[in-house]
């Protein structure tokens, strides 16, 4: 299993990105989690099969079409604990 830590810029809050977040991480059959981060960050943990967390991070890249994606980093992480992916409640800033 490969995890990523990937924090999105740019206009990703208010515009659904969390939704079709977990959606995308649905289809692709990864677990982890999203959350907004203040007012101009989402916030997300992947985890799956290499090729399926590639595949989400090369769509987030995109997001959904409300969404513009300024910038994306990423590092990797530790797997979540618990299986799926969930929509996790916004924080303030990191």
Known sequence: MNAKHIVVTGRVV???????????AHRL???GWV????????EA?????????????RACRLGPPLAAVETITDRIAEPPL???FVKRASIASF
């Open 14 to 24: 208010g515009v659904g990105y969390r939704d079709w977040l977990v959606g995308e």
């Open 45 to 57: 943990l992947l985890a799956g099969e290499p090729a399926a967390v590639e595949e989400a991070l």
């Open 82 to 84: 618990e299986p799926g």
């Open 29 to 31: 059959g990864i677990a």
């Open 35 to 42: 959350r907004n981060v203040g007012h101009e960050a989402v």
